[in-house]
């Protein structure tokens, strides 16, 4: 099965500060990579797939790259409705699909 | 517009039964696969299991391969989560999601909370 690592585990920014969170895969797992914000009390939303693909109606101030075994995931202004957590997903192939153990985003 | 709602979670002791549902509407059912995805109480997500459109391919994380079971009716748009064995680390929030497609998205349900304890 194919491991995510995520880090930080957690970080704190100033408003309009550019934040990255990172994933390391166990393997190559191409582009199938997802990011997903979630608040508390909400279900997760889906951010980026396929890595750098930013999914509809989502900011653009959100933004991914990466592929094979290294991804980023980047906030290029953070606002104070960014206060979440983030979680990096891998989906390469057959299941079992896997989460990052997630990134806590605090507002300094 | 995408509806996803799951039911049936509740306080249920070890060992014993639950099944999960996820009514859903506003896109077509049996053309997606479907997930099952928890959160233990302050713990990250842990996909657990998915369903072909077409009911026939079944996938399971290990932690619960054995003790639960992933169906779906697509003649009522319901996904079904089967769990049997409950044990306390099974404890969660217990989301439904739909596959994602360029033409619809992805979706989750809101959740249904599971608890098990004596």
């Known amino acids: 099965d194919t491991q995510m690592t995520q880090s930080p585990s957690s970080l704190s920014a100033y408003v309009g500060e550019r934040v990255t969170i990172t994933c390391q895969a166990s393997q190559d797992i191409n582009n199938f990579l997802k990011w997903y914000q979630q608040k508390p009390g909400e279900a997760p939303k889906l951010l980026i797939y396929?890595?750098?693909k930013l999914e509809t109606g989502v900011s653009s101030r959100f933004s991914g790259s990466g592929f094979g075994t290294h991804f980023t995931f980047t906030i290029s202004s953070v606002q104070p409705e960014d206060i979440a957590i983030y979680y990096c997903?891998?989906?390469?192939?057959?299941?079992?699909?896997?989460f990052g153990q997630g990134t806590r985003l605090e507002i300094k | 517009q995408v509806r996803m709602v799951e039911s049936g979670g509740g306080v249920v002791q070890p060992g014993t039964s639950l099944r999960l549902s996820c009514a859903t509407s506003?896109?077509?059912?049996?053309?997606?696969?479907m997930h099952w995805v928890r959160q233990a109480p302050g713990k990250g997500l842990e996909w657990l299991s998915l369903?072909?459109?077409?009911?026939?391919?079944?996938y399971y994380a290990d932690s619960v391969k054995g003790r639960f079971t992933i169906s779906r009716d697509n003649s009522k748009n319901i996904l079904y989560l089967e769990m049997n064995s409950l044990r306390a680390e099974d404890t969660a929030v217990y989301y439904c999601?739909?596959?994602?497609?360029?033409?619809?998205?992805?979706?989750w349900g809101q959740g249904t909370l599971v608890t098990v304890s004596s």
């Open positions: 506003g896109f077509t059912f049996d053309n997606y696969g």
């Open positions: 369903i072909w459109y077409d009911g026939i391919d079944k």
């Open positions: 396929d890595a750098s």
């Open positions: 997903q891998q989906y390469d192939g057959l299941p079992p699909i896997t």
């Open positions: 999601a739909k596959s994602r497609d360029d033409q619809t998205g992805e979706y």
